[in-house]
């Protein structure tokens, strides 16, 4: 095979591995999402993130629903947390969270009102920009 026949090859597999992003919807606002399926990834978040796209955000997928409590050390932006139910209908917002940067104490909680399974965080202030309200439905494009 000629070298510029391993470069197309090669150029062909690569294009062949790229994904289409994670998409979640609210009232048809939709953002790109990146995953936290496992206790690594919850546990880490979007620590040491310093900016996040205006259509982006992380969506938490638990394995089952309960209460749950969000904090945020190391985290640098502010952001809104978005707790869904295990049929996707938004439970409780907690908005405007600010950055921990605590370094002895401990950074408060900022827990859902109900039982969630899914929680969604995106940049400070586009629950109330766009509205999102308690019984808005979270509409998942996950690919697996």
Known sequence: MTKNGILFGLFVLLAGCQTTPHQVSINGVSFNVTLAEDDNSRAM???????????????????DSRPRAFWMKNTLI????????????????????PPCRATTSRCPNYPSEKPAKYVLEINA????KHNFKVGDELVLNIKK
């Open 125 to 128: 202030g586009l629950a109330e």
């Open 78 to 97: 502010p952001l809104d947390i978005l707790y869904f139910n295990q049929q996707q209908i938004l439970v409780s917002i907690q908005a405007d969270v």
């Open 45 to 63: 978040g979007l620590m040491y993130e310093k900016s996040l796209a205006e259509d982006a955000g992380m969506l938490f997928i638990f394995p």
